[in-house]
């Protein structure tokens, strides 16, 4: 009922910089809290950065004054500016999503995207 697309990740050379986009799309009547998770190889999927409805931000310290996570409403999108990138950064990027679908508007369920591949050269 509810699919999120990712767009943005690729290559880039430390130091450099990436957008990574997530738009949701289906029934949705309301979207809660979005955000971004990372997993790297060999190691668990973790938080990287969430914002509720009303702007409200979260990020793993890791990425602070960093990454900066955006959304707009009116199109379901969620994204995260990723700036001064380095090495360790390097990851599968995956967009989450607690959203209300039209048939059942009071109860929020959590959507995941397919990923996007984010690596950082040295």
């Known amino acids: 009922q509810v699919q999120l697309v990712e767009s943005g990740g690729g290559l880039v050379q430390a130091g450099g910089s990436l957008r990574l986009s997530c738009a949701a799309s289906?029934?949705?009547?309301?979207?809660?809290?979005m955000g971004w998770y990372r997993q790297a190889p060999g190691k668990q999927r973790e938080l990287v950065a969430a914002?509720?409805?009303?702007?409200?931000?979260n990020y793993d310290d890791s990425v602070k004054g960093r990454f900066t996570i955006s959304r707009d409403n009116a199109k379901n999108t969620v994204y995260l500016q990723m700036d001064s990138l380095k090495p360790e950064h390097t990851a599968v990027y995956y967009c989450?999503?607690?959203?209300?679908?039209?048939?059942?508007?009071?109860?929020?369920?959590?959507?995941w995207g397919q990923g996007t591949q984010v690596t950082v050269s040295s």
């Open positions: 914002i509720t409805s009303d702007g409200t931000t």
């Open positions: 989450n999503a607690r959203v209300a679908t039209m048939g059942v508007p009071g109860l929020y369920y959590e959507y």
């Open positions: 289906g029934r949705i009547f309301s979207i809660n809290a």
